[in-house]
DNA sequence: TCATTATTAGACCGAACACTCTAATTTCGT
DNA sequence: ACGAAATTAGAGTGTTCGGTCTAATAATGA
């Protein structure tokens, strides 16, 4: 009786999803053929259907992985002290991740995916709430300690938030003369004036 | 001798653009056939190419399209008295087009393309710099009247204000509880936070 | 070793794709 | 009314798509 490997299993399943995320930010989800992401992972159509069995399926599971890593940095980003420093860590590190096309590119072709085929919409949305939700809780712990404007509701102030955070994504995509790196002081000007104790 | 009738063929090019709008909103560029635009449209594919070349000069019209409208809504605006109200006006406007799921759809998916294909890329950047450009100049009218903050870099400031307009379109798509109508005082308070004359 | 199951390759499939072609019809200056 | 140009229809083109199938090979427990 043979069984199989977890760990080969999982390993060639990383292959592909690796493979599958360098031609989707290059040409987008409908742009690359299964046949393209065979050739980027070098094998064959039989063996990539062997682990997941539809094109979906290796979308669906690039939008769960990304879930993972934003809960990944958000769990480093909850012991700090000052709060509201952390946000504005975590806002660099989003610029961080921006100044990569590749992340980039795939954040945006989420989004758009997200408003045309519902499954990966209801994926998307689940993501963001978590995001979400995080940043709330940053902010409702910031504001009990003082860090910021007791005043500004919290959720609606992480929302806004987020849409900064998907902005800078769009950003990468639109506007050349935006690079990632040299914009850390605007944003946390930005950041700091909306947020801080009103004198 | 039969000479081309402007009026007509500007009409019929339009009907097609707005079917292909309808379509490329719901699916995709890469997601919507040319026979699914002819069926929207009610016309035969010959009938259609004789009008467009190829797919890709119908979404590159529908680009192009896009800059007018944006330059249309800032020609009404530099008029103002009160610039940095001219400002919360015309976010008034995006929120309001951000209801339209066709134009947030529309505009996530030209931004995703931009990254996929460079003469999209070109169009959308081109966009981009007339948007911001209106957007500094507006800012910098409001400094010069003492109306915003001195001290904030235009063009800098332009940007982000771009980013924020980016996120309010990804936001519809991945935030189901976003409703843009609903937004306005946060999306004030935020804006004003950021660039009223600091005391 | 050997039976069994996991893994792999790659030829192959029907459907759908962007687009072309030919021919018919409409339009309008004369 | 006539003829040339503009417009239209829709069948057809070669290609590419996502995905299947068959069969060969590799790995493992007994």
Redesign the interface.
């Known amino acids: 009786m043979r069984k199989v490997d977890p760990e080969k299993h999982a390993a060639k399943r990383r292959l592909i999803l690796d493979a599958a995320i360098a031609c989707f930010?290059?040409?987008?989800f409908?742009?690359t053929s299964t046949a393209e992401i065979c050739a980027e992972a070098g094998m064959s159509p039989g063996n990539l259907f062997h682990y997941f069995p539809t094109k979906h399926t290796i979308i669906a599971a690039i939008v769960e992985e990304e879930r993972q890593e934003t809960a990944e940095i958000f769990r480093k980003l909850g012991e700090a002290e000052d709060l509201f420093a952390a946000l504005l860590g975590f806002m660099d590190t989003v610029l961080e991740l921006a100044g990569d096309?590749t992340y980039?590119?795939l954040a945006?072709?989420i989004?758009?995916?997200?408003?045309?085929d519902e499954r990966i919409?209801t994926l998307?949305?689940a993501?963001?709430?978590e995001l979400?939700g995080a940043l709330a809780a940053l902010l409702r712990g910031a504001a009990s300690r003082n860090q910021i404007d007791r005043t500004?509701?919290a959720a609606?102030?992480a929302?806004?938030i987020?849409?900064?955070?998907?902005?800078?994504?769009?950003?990468?995509?639109?506007?050349?003369?935006?690079k990632p790196k040299d914009?850390g002081a605007?944003?946390r000007?930005?950041l700091t004036?909306?947020l801080r104790p009103?004198?």
Chains 1, 2 share one sequence.
């Open positions: 930010a290059r040409k987008g409908h742009g096309p980039s590119s945006l072709e989004a758009a995916e997200a408003m045309r919409g998307a949305a993501n963001d709430a979400q500004v509701d609606g102030a929302r806004w987020a849409a900064i955070i998907d902005g800078i994504f769009s950003r990468v995509a639109v506007d050349p003369g935006f914009e605007m944003l000007l930005l004036r909306f009103q004198g």
